[in-house]
């Protein structure tokens, strides 16, 4: 099941990767370069409404999202926020976190936050096409 969650982070176009009860999306909004959104396709607006099968898939999902970061990232730490405020199905969105900049195809991404929280208003607006190139060069990279 796909939810509107996931429409709204441009899927299908921004998909990275696919597990049972999982969908990892590159995050149209990069407040840290490879910031990524973690979907649970169940019908799910609880963390504690998520089935025991979910749970044990996201280990698998979690797993492959920072084997890929860190091979393109090298970040230094990695954050996982679950808001729920605006988009009610259950997600996370991931941040990997790092001192400095990356550079990727030219344009610096900084993290603004580093060291303390991150700064979600602080980032670089990736077009429909930039996000589906970037989720396709992460998918290509994918291991799982």
């Known amino acids: 099941m796909t939810n509107a969650t996931a429409f709204k982070f441009g899927y299908p176009r921004t998909r990275v990767a696919e597990t049972d009860h999982w969908l990892v999306l590159a995050r149209p909004q990069q407040p840290t370069y490879g910031a990524l959104v973690l979907v649970c396709k169940e019908d799910a607006t609880a963390f504690s409404d998520l089935s025991a099968a979910a749970f044990a898939d996201m280990k698998r999902a979690v797993d492959g999202i920072e084997a890929l970061l860190r091979h393109t990232v090298a970040f230094e730490r990695i954050n996982y926020l679950m808001l729920m405020m605006v988009d009610p199905d259950v997600h996370f969105h991931v941040l990997p976190r790092y001192q400095g900049e990356r550079i990727y195809k030219g344009r610096p991404f900084v993290d603004a936050g580093w060291p303390g929280p991150p700064a979600l208003a ?11 190139a970037l989720a396709a060069e992460f998918s290509a990279l994918w291991r799982s």
Not at 122 to 132: F, G, I, P, Q
């Open 122 to 132: 602080s980032h670089v607006a990736l077009s429909e096409d930039e996000a589906a």
